[in-house]
């Protein structure tokens, strides 16, 4: 070994041996272990819709989807990549159809709120909203009008797939003479009503004048005494006074546009509510349905309170973070 060298040491490194450091040999840098790759956590998905909320209920049924949110409570449902959103207070019968491009919402019990084309939807029980699909599969469009949902689409239902029990709406029921006599609603009564405990025919009939036989032919019902909570039939006007002017239950739909904003950026945040006595945004009064931009320096969230007309108050809210 050559000792004339000033700094030379002795180096021996071999496989499987101990590298020996002499005198002059410099500090040798060791690489830190790799750390593991993490394992990707799988999006939760509802028949193939992105669920934002894990309490939502999802039971994939032949041609459609059975959806149940949590006693009391909401959760949300993205209905496609342009933001559409189904938030359901209740139970839901989802069916799209690829053939027609459209997807039918049915409200079997509770609320259902479509958001999607800067419009809003709140479907009653019983009652049945179509959205027409564009080809990249988005909502394009959000009628109207609600339709009557046919007993065929519901029959075939397996409803024990649910946690909480739901009873079908009376007039789509295969019970219901209705679903096979071909019987229709009088047209001529504008006037929906949904069912709420402790109704009766006869009291639902007496502020009109009516007999309960009138009102039982013109709503295709089976029987008088078979009214079903969330259900709706049709009456000859609205009562201006009366547990009737109070029918529709309370509803809130509250969103943002963007969740996620570059700095310096901003996005609008959106509120429609039904069958509510106050609405405040960030604490200031506000009307029940409207908008409000935000331009938030960092994370924000923003809080919508409303009150009800039993003087109950519920808290709702949504976060905007800010970055690339």
């Known amino acids: 070994m050559r000792d004339d060298l000033p ?8 496989a499987g041996l101990l590298c020996l450091l002499l005198a002059g040999c410099g500090p040798v840098a ?29 039971a994939e049924q032949a041609g459609g989807l059975l959806l149940q949110s949590p006693a009391a409570d909401q959760a949300r449902l993205a209905l496609d990549a342009a933001g559409s959103t189904l938030t359901l207070r209740g139970t839901a019968y989802l069916r799209p159809d690829a053939a027609a491009r459209s997807l039918a919402l049915i409200a079997l ?8 084309r800067q419009s809003t939807r709140i479907v009653p029980a019983g009652r049945q909203l179509v959205l027409s699909l564009n080809a990249a599969g988005d909502i394009a469009s959000v009628p109207e009008v609600f339709l009557t949902p046919e007993a065929a689409l519901l029959r075939p239902l397996r409803l024990a797939a649910l946690p909480r029990p739901v009873t079908l709406p ?9 679903a096979t006599t071909g019987c229709q609603p009088r047209a001529d009564w504008l006037f929906e009503y949904t069912i709420q405990p402790g109704d009766t025919l006869s009291r639902l009939a007496q502020p009109f004048g009516l ?43 509250f969103r943002v546009d963007a969740e996620r904003v570059p700095p310096g950026a901003c996005t609008v945040v959106r509120w429609d509510v039904l069958n509510v006595s106050a609405v405040f945004f960030e604490g200031e009064a506000v009307a029940g349905s409207g908008v409000r931009q935000v331009c938030p320096a960092a994370g924000a969230t923003y809080t919508l309170r409303v009150r009800y007309p039993d003087a109950t108050e519920s808290q709702h809210t949504v976060s905007v973070s800010v970055g690339p």
Not at 7 to 14: F, Y
Not at 34 to 56: H, I, V
Not at 218 to 233: E, K, Y
Request: proline share 15%.
């Open 170 to 178: 009376l007039t789509a029921t295969a019970a219901d003479p209705a």
């Open 211 to 253: 007999p309960v036989a009138e009102v039982q032919a013109a709503n295709c019902l089976a029987s008088p005494d078979r009214l079903t909570t969330g259900s709706v039939i049709r009456l000859p006007g609205a009562p201006v006074t009366g547990p009737l002017a109070t029918a529709t239950p309370s509803a809130v739909a």
């Open 109 to 116: 019990e509770g609320t259902a709120i479509v958001a999607a």
């Open 30 to 58: 060791v690489s830190p272990p790799l750390a593991p790759t993490p394992t990707p956590t799988p999006a939760l998905t509802c028949g193939g819709y992105p669920l934002d909320d894990p309490a939502l209920t999802c």
């Open 7 to 14: 700094g030379w040491g002795a180096v021996m490194c071999r």
